[in-house]
């Protein structure tokens, strides 16, 4: 599954982050009550305190900057990097009685302008217009063509500001944790106030990065491709230059040499990072029931789709439409019945209600999938899969179409996935229970067993003095061993079964016989055992029911297919054989 998750996570200590677009008086509210709370922020210090303090968050900001230039000179950093981060330092000198907030001044100065916003807004009216075109049929593709075109001029700017925004926030947090000028700051009086101020800055910027790599990896990796290149480049150039100077090269191979390493250096700087943001069909490819799937299949998702732009906190509703994520990042929490809280990211190709909008039942637990902020400030860009759509899905299925009943069969194992991670505590503690009344008693005498059927091993009536077929008694320890190993084993089938598995629609009294894993997506189902030999034995059939896990199941359960992880010598040990 290509769907990118992330943990919420904290790098460093101090205050909670938050995007670089943020709302300025939630900032500036944080950065007074962190300047307040200090003890040279306070009216209980002295005057000679806070001038230090200044002084020293002058003299960081100002190496800061000369961090900054050092890396432009090397090729590291973009101009466009350096004027933003050159301009916030500026304004941060301009008063270094204020506590350091060069991040709120890099976000003002990345993409929080009503130019960005203009452009962001016309782009996604521009390419919601050329979906409804679209699902008008062929002449609508047709008129949709212009309207693409002028989306991926929109696109231009808004790329250049993301790659920007990710280029300056990883620049500035190397100079907040690798900077000498940080490291020389430990040595003086004031370091324990300053630190605070420093672990707020590289909180902030450390889950900027985070939740930008969640919401586009190839972006981010754009970034550091560059930098990656560019280095290499420089480390070439120096090369020859050594070679030059300890009299190995004459000028003549010298320039021979540097002359094309320099040019793409050059060509390199021009350019700087490139990224592209992926069209909506590319987002589509992506997902992983939609990867070997004609052309066809992508239209007539576009013909029953539409987008939607969330606000950054706001909540998706609770329908039976398909949600997919084409820019930005969905949180989803969710508290299971048993266990603790649980959260994840949903970025660029994040799937989000595949089984409610199949089967029209809730996962699990209380589920909960809140917008969040992208790089420019603006929440996240949905394309919405409605429920007409996925009926008609059903009914290409239904009528004998081979690719939706593909499609179909390949959504389905996916929400089946979703399932079983939801399920896993449930399936622990029954799965446990019932390996610990299957549990052998007594080691076996003999490993090298030959196969037999296991269904006439639980038939057999133990005779008197039996005894003798069994080892010595497992103590207590060893079949909790047992049990853990069993279980492991059962969770690696399970998954490996589940990418072979099949769509089966059962009518109402229908039976057949289980063979394998089942996951019960909707509806209720009876499991019983139907061997009369092994029924009129007690012993025999209370195994039975434990290995066959029979009983009534409502929707949402698994019932494992446990003969898979038995071997024989296990069967022949079970207690009471």
Not at 50 to 65: I, N, P, T, Y
Not at 222 to 228: D, E, L, N, T, W
Not at 243 to 255: A, R
Request: proline share 4%; net charge negative; with cysteine.
């Amino acid at each position: 599954m290509s769907v990118t998750l992330g943990k919420a996570s904290r790098l460093s200590r101090g205050a909670s982050a938050s995007g670089v677009a943020g709302d300025d008086s939630e900032d500036e509210s944080a950065y007074d009550s962190l300047y307040k709370g200090s003890v040279f922020g306070s009216s209980k210090g002295d005057a000679a305190n806070e001038e230090e303090l200044a002084d020293a968050r002058h003299w960081l900001v100002s190496g800061l900057k000369r961090y900054f230039h050092s890396k432009r000179m090397e090729g590291l950093l973009s101009a466009r990097g350096l004027r933003i981060l050159d301009g916030s330092c500026e304004i941060a000198l301009e008063d270094p009685r204020k506590p350091l907030a060069l991040w709120r001044h890099i976000g003002k100065d990345v993409g929080n302008n009503i130019l960005v916003r203009v452009i962001t807004y016309a782009l996604f009216l521009v390419r919601q217009a050329a979906i409804w075109l679209v699902s008008l049929g062929q002449f609508g593709s047709w008129m949709a063509w212009p309207l693409r075109l002028v989306a991926s001029v929109l696109q231009r700017p808004l790329n250049n500001v993301l790659l920007a925004s990710v280029e300056v926030a990883m620049e500035y947090l190397m100079g907040l944790t690798t900077s000498p000028y940080v490291e020389w700051l430990q040595e003086g009086e004031v370091w324990d106030a300053l630190l605070s101020e420093i672990q707020c800055e590289s909180a902030q910027v450390a889950k900027f990065l985070i939740d930008r790599e969640i919401e586009a990896p190839e972006r981010y990796s754009a970034v550091q491709s560059y930098r990656v290149a560019m280095a290499v480049l420089r480390q070439q150039k120096h090369f020859v230059e050594s070679l030059f100077e300890s009299g190995m090269l004459d000028s003549t191979e010298q320039l021979s040499l540097a002359h094309p390493i320099e040019a793409a250096e050059r060509r390199l700087e021009l350019l700087g990072p490139v990224w592209k943001a992926p069209s909506l069909r590319e987002v589509l490819r992506q997902l992983p029931f939609m990867r070997e799937q004609p052309e066809q299949v992508v239209d007539f998702f576009v013909r029953y789709g539409h987008l939607m732009m969330l606000k950054n906190g706001e909540t998706l509703p609770d329908n039976r439409d398909l949600y997919v994520v084409q820019s930005g990042i969905i949180k989803v929490s969710y508290q299971p019945d048993l266990g603790e809280a649980q959260e994840y990211f949903l970025g660029a190709g994040g799937v989000y209600n595949l089984y409610g909008a199949l089967t029209g039942e809730h996962l699990p637990g209380a589920t909960d999938a809140v917008a969040q902020g992208n790089a420019l400030g603006k929440g996240p860009v949905l394309f919405c899969v409605s429920a007409k759509g996925l009926r008609q899905l059903s009914a290409a299925a239904a009528a004998g179409d081979a690719t939706f009943q593909q499609l179909e069969l390949d959504m389905n194992r996916l929400a089946g996935l979703f399932l079983l991670e939801r399920l896993k505590p449930q399936l622990d503690i029954e799965v446990s229970q019932a390996l610990a009344r299957m549990a052998p008693l007594y080691h076996s005498i003999d490993p090298q067993r030959q196969s037999f059927d296991k269904t006439a091993a639980l038939n057999s009536n133990p005779t008197v003095g039996s005894s003798h077929r069994h080892g010595k008694r497992v103590n207590r320890q060893q079949r909790a061993a047992w049990v853990r190993h069993h279980m492991a084993l059962l969770k690696q089938n399970l998954k490996c079964q589940l990418a072979k598995a099949e769509l089966l629609v059962l009518p109402r009294g229908c039976s057949v016989a289980q063979e394998s894993h089942v996951l019960l997506l909707q509806g209720t189902i009876q499991v019983k055992m139907t061997d009369e030999h092994i029924m009129a034995d007690q012993r025999a059939a209370e195994t039975a029911r434990w290995v066959t896990n029979a009983g009534r199941h409502q929707h949402q359960s698994i019932l494992p297919w446990l003969w898979d992880i038995l071997s024989d010598d296990d069967v022949t040990r079970m207690p009471g054989q």
